[in-house]
């Protein structure tokens, strides 16, 4: 479905910072709180409605140092911008797995990273970044560089890029910190933010408030994202993000009057239980069109479905890692969603798209369906009316 472009809002948003006693603890928290840079506000459009698009799995450099790498790089942008172009959305969220590290011998990552946001960045599009298990993985030496053939010649960056100027490879990786630095200082349509240092080696932990238009101080819902880990570090959503969870919700929505959402990389266990059958057919209440393998959630669970689950104002969760899974489940009192292989790197020979939400004001609705390569539309659901 088309959409007439909404011009770009913005207002003046300071950073607040709140000290408050914990009332379950007794501990002082002090941390950011709705932190964003000035002059930039996400707001809904004068229709009403906030679109999001959803970029899950795109896996940009995979194995770059061959033909078929740049190829797959070139088909994830082709997908992006089909998607984008047909959806014209008002924010782009980047689901984790932008990039497979782990096939990235060169000093500075982040080139790989800078260029699968170029398709929203060209069209003016705001957006968020979450991690995956594979933006910071360390270089795994593929095993047929120590056959008789030898390790292949490999072009350390690849010649179309342009930016840290660094010469040679390098197998060391780029670390999600700097990774997320490098964006959020050369790109003033990133609302990326880099969460607690607390919560440290976890780095992509905070949230968005999406304001009503003719109200910038007025939210209309909460969006929050939490690193789910993996490369670097365990795969796990920890114990301290969900204590910090906790207390930020209670600061900025105690009475959960407002909707929120929530997203990350890989599926928690909570998964497993609200999930179809493996290669069954997905069946109602449940939602999608693929349902091709087995949940492959987080190593362990440490509260975080918990908190959820008992908040009211929690619409859905929306994750991706999966590439053969795109479908929702009611769980509780809230959806579990994967969004759309949207890369061409990864595994599977899926068509290719993109989860889109919709979220409208009076009254607060939350909508989602998937927008294929092809232009083609399907797996619509209402998640919250």
Aim: glycine share 8%; aromatic share 12%.
């Amino acid at each position: 479905m088309a959409r007439c472009a909404t011009p770009f809002l913005v207002t003046v948003v300071v950073s607040v910072i709140i000290a408050v006693r914990s009332a379950t603890d007794g501990l002082d928290y002090e941390g950011p709180v709705l932190r964003q840079a000035a002059g930039k506000a996400l707001r809904f459009s004068n229709d009403s409605t906030f679109r999001v698009a959803l970029f899950a799995d795109l896996h940009y450099g995979e194995n770059a140092w061959t033909e078929w790498g740049p190829v797959q790089d070139d088909n994830s942008g082709r997908v992006m911008s089909a998607v984008l172009d047909r959806e014209n959305p008002d924010f782009v969220i980047y689901l984790g797995d932008v990039i497979t590290a782990n096939n990235l011998p060169i000093p500075n990552a982040s080139l790989y990273w800078d260029r699968a946001l170029s398709p929203t960045r060209s069209r003016g599009i705001p957006w968020a970044t979450i991690f995956g298990n594979h933006d910071d993985a360390a270089f795994e030496w593929p095993p047929e560089w120590f056959s008789a053939t030898g390790i292949p010649e490999v072009r350390c960056p690849a010649e179309r890029f342009s930016g840290s100027g660094e010469k040679g490879c390098s197998f060391r990786g780029t670390q999600r910190i700097e990774l997320m630095k490098m964006e959020i200082e050369k790109n003033s349509l990133s609302y990326t933010l880099d969460g607690p240092r607390e919560l440290w080696p976890s780095v992509s932990n905070y949230v968005l408030q999406v304001s009503s238009y003719v109200d910038s101080k007025q939210p209309v819902v909460y969006l929050y994202f939490l690193d789910s880990g993996g490369g670097s570090y365990p795969e796990v959503v920890s114990n301290a993000q969900a204590q910090w969870f906790d207390k930020l919700t209670k600061i900025i929505n105690p009475n959960t009057s407002i909707p929120e959402v929530v997203f990350w990389h890989i599926p928690s266990k909570a998964y497993e239980k609200a999930a179809p059958k493996p290669t069954s057919p997905i069946r109602k209440p449940c939602v999608g069109s693929i349902n091709k393998e087995g949940v492959a959630p987080q190593e362990a669970e440490w509260g975080i479905m918990d908190m959820l689950s008992e908040r009211p104002s929690i619409k859905a969760v929306f994750v991706g890692h999966n590439h053969g899974l795109d479908w929702c489940c009611p769980y509780q009192s809230l959806w579990l969603c994967f969004a759309r292989h949207t890369g061409y790197g990864g595994y599977g020979d899926w068509p290719r798209g993109a989860r889109i939400l919709e979220m409208t004001q009076h009254p607060f609705s939350l909508k989602s369906w998937i927008r294929m390569e092809d232009g083609t539309e399907h797996s619509k659901i209402v998640l919250s009316s």
